[in-house]
């Protein structure tokens, strides 16, 4: 993939700035966007009754842990169907369609 994007990129760039990245991350620790993006999160999970609103919400919490595990392996269960079809699609196409039309 690289010999196809080659010339996308000059060769007088010298690359990634790394230093960047620490700038970056120093900027939202600076203005807690951490503390931002959780409070967001936790009044959508909220919203969706995920979570009660009973308690002061960590994000280290065993019951947020669980389910943040649950939802890990679902999307890994439907990542490894929809590679499985593709699978099938390029191999037994015929079988695949007398499955069912898409």
Do not use: C, Y
Request: aromatic share 6%; hydrophobic share 40%.
């Amino acid at each position: 993939m690289t010999g196809n994007i080659a010339w996308v990129w000059r060769n007088e760039d010298s690359g990634f700035d790394h230093t960047g990245k620490r700038e970056f991350r120093n900027r939202l620790v600076d203005g807690g966007a951490g503390d931002r993006l959780l409070n967001q999160l936790l009044s959508q999970l909220k919203a969706g009754g995920w979570i009660k609103d009973r308690v002061k919400q960590r994000s280290d919490s065993t019951q947020v842990l669980a389910t943040l595990r649950e939802l890990n392996r679902l999307e890994a269960v439907g990542e490894m169907l929809r590679a499985t079809l593709n699978e099938i699609a390029l191999t037994k196409p015929d079988w695949l369609l007398a499955l069912g039309r898409p």
